[in-house]
């Protein structure tokens, strides 16, 4: 997930992906491992595949068709020859993307859902006091 309000446009997210998956054109754009992808669903040799939160190519099936870039609400896969995609760098033991961000624009979906849950918290422990 990409907070476009810290991105500073500088591009090292860009440069640093090991798989040359996050493509710059305003704003960095990289694959969201939507919940239910429709890239999965359009492809027609089964390709692309779910695993826990991470939406995969298999690039040794993958037959450059483009069904799964053209299904792809935000951009993100690009076709040379095979479907190329965002891998959360999976065989990594961390995203390189978020790790080398300088803003912490680039952030997983956990971490947002934590921030918005403290300062839910903080929003209830306000109004508990206001009420007493």
Request: charged share 25%; with cysteine.
């Amino acid at each position: 997930m990409i907070d476009y309000s810290r991105c500073v446009r500088c591009r090292v997210c860009e440069q640093s992906c090991p798989k040359n998956a996050i493509y710059f054109y305003s704003y960095p754009i990289k694959c969201f491992h939507c919940k239910n992808p429709p890239c999965l669903k359009a492809c027609p040799i089964n390709a692309i595949v779910k695993k826990d939160e991470t939406v995969l190519i298999l690039e040794d099936r993958c037959i450059g068709c483009g069904l799964c870039a053209f299904a792809c609400p935000f951009g993100a896969i690009r076709i040379e020859k095979v479907a190329i995609k965002c891998d959360n760098c999976i065989s990594l033991d961390k995203k390189v993307c978020e790790d080398v961000c300088p803003t912490n624009a680039i952030v997983s979906l956990n971490n947002i859902y934590k921030e918005k849950e403290k300062n839910i918290n903080k929003i209830i422990k306000n109004i508990k006091k206001w009420n007493r």
